[in-house]
């Protein structure tokens, strides 16, 4: 037996199934449409005990909490449904017949073998993809040849609340995605009737989890394995109504004359079962349903053809104004960045400018010192001017005097050339001395630093001795005491190695 890898065809598909085992495993298969709380439905069976495959798809935003279900499985699905025409989100029947040609027996020995790789070994297991809905039989097949015993359980939600899910995530027209959501459950309901079966939806999933639960156990005959206290707090969590974004009450499609007959008829079939039971009557108007809709197709989906090509026409159009608005967003914002850049210019222009008037204010403050000392020097030059026409006067009366006073005028003039050279030498010594206290710090900091260190050092040093002070005195006290308890015969030799050891001898 080949086990195909992730994502590739097995070399073996012309490989016939095997018979169906006679020791049953058992296998929930989930069987809802897209967005109809199957995740919800699966992570609850998980949760009480049941197996997910081997290779599950990794959480979504759309799903945060998980899908539940075998990315391998899935993409085989949809191979399935290209080899039949078709697609997850086709609302028309599959070909009448596909499955028993020689092409889909073929797909049914990989089935039985993607089912026994990813549920490998496993007593009770969950098996979800919504595709299934459309292909039930053939999986029911491929379940039975891989040996387990196939408990289906079909889910339904609120329509509206799928086709505004759908809408929200795929982009897919509300009226569209009722045709999906009826075709998912029509056929998956008229592919397991007549077996065991539980009908619950999504609300009864999230308001009354445990009654499901109940019921489950009561329709397949078996107890599941975690169906306790402790598992009830995790799924509680599990199942909080913050992940529901759209919210439709029953009558929004019962009591709505807008809608299909067909999806009020199916909806009403569906939740009578789910909150009471299973009437047989309500079989010929389902396949009434059925039949009228798959008649009905082909006019269906001539409406769709043109729709298509509307909506193509439309995304067209939405791609060239998505790139002209793409473009236009990245002129402005260069030309956001070039207003940036020219502000930043400008404020650094205003700081420059503001360095600049605050430099020139100083500038006039200084000039206006100046001009005070300039004042100053001005009238005391006057007044030495002053003085000097009176000493002319008095000169003329004492010339001895004057010169007399004016060679200690210059005498005193030398002397102060000599003091303002002598002050010159004394700052630059007084520099210098600065300089070599500054030194001198430095290094009285280092012999500080220095003389702590040797200080640690010696005391780390005393307390070593101290300690080996002690050890000897200790070891000399068991020594005595050994003496003092032993033979000296016996001791003898321990003496003489003391003795060595301490130097005696």
């Known amino acids: 037996m080949a086990n195909a890898k992730d994502g590739d065809r097995p070399m073996t598909t012309a490989e016939p199934a095997r018979p169906e085992s006679p020791v049953k495993r058992h296998i929930f298969l989930v069987l809802g449409m897209h967005r109809s709380g199957t995740s919800a439905l699966s992570g609850l069976l998980h949760h009480l005990g049941c197996r997910l495959p081997l290779h599950p798809m990794p959480a979504s935003e759309a799903n945060p909490r998980g899908h539940f279900e075998s990315e391998r499985l899935r993409r085989f699905n949809d191979r399935l449904l290209a080899d039949c025409g078709s697609k997850w989100n086709d609302w028309r029947p599959l070909p009448a017949g596909w499955f028993r040609s020689p092409e889909g027996q073929a797909r049914l020995g990989e089935a039985r073998d993607l089912l026994l790789a990813e549920f490998d070994g496993t007593a009770l297991a969950v098996l979800k993809d919504p595709r299934i809905c459309r292909m039930t039989p053939f999986w029911q097949e491929a379940i039975a040849a891989a040996g387990f015993r196939a408990m289906p359980v079909l889910t339904f939600r609120n329509p509206l609340e799928v086709a505004q899910s759908l809408n929200r995530r795929d982009k897919i027209d509300s009226a569209e995605g009722l045709l999906i959501w009826l075709r998912h459950l029509l056929d998956a309901e008229a592919a397991t009737r007549g077996a065991p079966r539980q009908i619950t939806s999504y609300e009864q999933i999230l308001a009354n989890w445990a009654g499901v639960t109940a019921a489950l156990q009561k329709t397949f005959d078996l107890s599941l394995p975690r169906f306790d206290a402790d598992a009830a707090r995790t799924i509680e969590d599990f199942l909080g109504p913050e992940l529901r974004h759209h919210v439709e009450g029953a009558a929004r499609v ?29 079989h010929a108007l389902l396949d009434r349903v059925r039949s009228e809709f798959d008649a009905a197709v082909p006019a269906f989906a001539a409406l769709a053809s043109l729709n298509d090509q509307r909506r193509r026409s439309l995304q067209d159009k939405v791609a060239t104004l998505t790139e002209t608005l793409q473009n236009h967003k990245v002129t402005a914002e260069r030309l956001q960045v070039e207003m940036s850049v020219a502000r930043q210019a400008w404020e650094n222009a205003q700081a420059a400018q503001a360095g600049a008037e605050d430099r020139a204010s100083a500038a006039t403050a200084e000039l ?30 004492a010339e001895r005097a004057r010169m007399a006073a004016e060679t200690r005028n210059n005498e005193l003039l030398a002397k102060s050339l000599k003091q303002m050279q002598e002050m010159g030498r004394l700052a630059d010594l007084a520099g210098q001395t600065r300089q070599d206290l500054e030194e001198l710090r430095q290094r009285h900091l280092e012999g500080e630093a220095m003389r702590r260190t040797l200080e640690a050092r010696l005391q780390a040093r005393d307390a070593a001795d101290r300690a080996l002070e002690a050890e000897r005195a200790r070891l000399e006290a068991e020594i005595n005491a050994l003496r003092s308890s032993t033979s000296w015969r016996l001791t003898a030799p321990l003496r003489t190695v003391v003795d060595r050891l301490r130097g005696n001898r």
Not at 272 to 278: A, I, L, T, V
């Open 254 to 282: 019962t009591d709505n004359p807008a809608l299909l007959d067909w999806v009020r008829d199916t909806y009403r079939v569906l939740e009578r079962w789910s909150m009471k039971s299973e009437r047989k009557a309500d």
């Open 368 to 397: 206006a010192a100046l001009h005070d000392r300039l004042s100053e020097r001005e009238s005391a030059l006057a007044q030495r001017r002053h003085e000097a026409d009176q000493a002319t006067l008095r000169a003329e009366e």
